[in-house]
C-alpha cells in the first residue's frame, strides 16, 4: 500500500519582539533576527522584513531550481544568483498605501553545471510554475524577471 502524501502542511514560526524593530525569530531549531539598520533606529543584527522576502525569493528559487533540473535530468551544477528590486517605500514610510510595493524584481541565475541555454529556459519554465514565492511574488502584481545562463 503506497503511503499518501501530505498536501498541505502547517508552517510555523514564533518571535519574541524587544524593540520596534528587532524581531528574535524561531523557527523549527533555528533562531535569527530580522531587524533594521542602526540609520532607521535598528541594531542591524540581521535583514530587514523586505530584505527577507527578497533572500526568501533566491532561496527559494535555488531549490525548486533544483528540483526542477533533476526531474528533467539536467545539470544545472551550482547556482549563483544575484537579486536586485525597485521598491516602493511609500508605504513603510506611511506616506500612502501602495498596492505593489516590490514593483519589480530581477534574478540573475548563472549555472555551473553543463546545460544548454535552452535546457536553462526549460528548467527556468518549470520554477516560474512551482516556485512559491515566485508565485507569490507574481500574483501580488509584481513584475518577475528571471536571466537564467550558463558561465
Given at each position: ?151
Amino acid at each position: 500500500m503506497a503511503i499518501k502524501m501530505k498536501t498541505t502542511v502547517a508552517l510555523k514560526a514564533a518571535a519574541h519582539c524587544p524593540s520596534h524593530s528587532r524581531a528574535n525569530i524561531s523557527i523549527r531549531d533555528i533562531d535569527f533576527a530580522i531587524d533594521e539598520p542602526t540609520e532607521r533606529g535598528g541594531t542591524n543584527a540581521g535583514p530587514t522584513p523586505t530584505d527577507a522576502a527578497i533572500a526568501a525569493l533566491v532561496g527559494c528559487t535555488n531549490v525548486i531550481g533544483h528540483k526542477c533540473a533533476k526531474a528533467l535530468s539536467i545539470d544545472i551544477g551550482e547556482l549563483t544568483i544575484n537579486a536586485s528590486c525597485d521598491f516602493d517605500r511609500r508605504g513603510v514610510t506611511l506616506a500612502e498605501e501602495i498596492d505593489v510595493p516590490f514593483k519589480k524584481i530581477t534574478l540573475d541565475i548563472t549555472s555551473s553545471g553543463t546545460a544548454t541555454q535552452s535546457e536553462l529556459d526549460q528548467v527556468a519554465t518549470d520554477v516560474a510554475k512551482y516556485c512559491p514565492l515566485s508565485k507569490l511574488f507574481r500574483q501580488s502584481g509584481t513584475q518577475v524577471e528571471e536571466n537564467w545562463r550558463t558561465t
